[in-house]
Nanobody, 124 residues
């Protein structure tokens, strides 16, 4: 079973950048397809970005396309989310997740493991 720990959240101003990291332990990281989700107060958890096991394929929600970039380092067991041009509507708790399958990356119900989340707050 893999354990996921997110870091890098914080309070920033609109237009700023932030880099989130997710460190994995307890499993073979390179077999997992990884995703980032976020959940704002009173809203459902929504897909942000995903990357396949090799790093060769990436997927993004329309709302973050062109502003966020997901990457992974299988040698360091980490996946990162580089966020730029942040907007107040990006404010949420951001979660890292891992899954075995390579389909339906945007479906949170198909992820097997989740981190505890890290808060990102963007002020206007």
């Amino acid at each position: 079973q893999v354990r996921l720990v997110e870091s890098g959240g914080g309070l920033v101003q609109a237009g700023d950048s932030l880099r989130l990291a997710c460190a994995a332990s307890g499993g073979t990281f390179s077999v997992y397809n990884m995703g980032w989700f976020r959940q704002a107060p009173g809203k459902e958890r929504e897909f942000v970005a995903a990357i396949n096991w090799s790093g060769g394929s990436t997927y993004y929600a329309d709302s973050v396309k062109g502003r966020f970039a997901i990457s992974r380092d299988n040698a360091k067991n980490t996946v990162t989310l580089q966020m730029s041009s942040l907007k107040p509507e990006d404010t949420a708790v951001y979660y890292c997740a891992a899954k075995y399958t390579t389909t339906s990356y945007s479906n949170p119900g198909l992820y097997n493991y989740w981190g505890q989340g890290t808060q990102v707050t963007v002020s206007s």
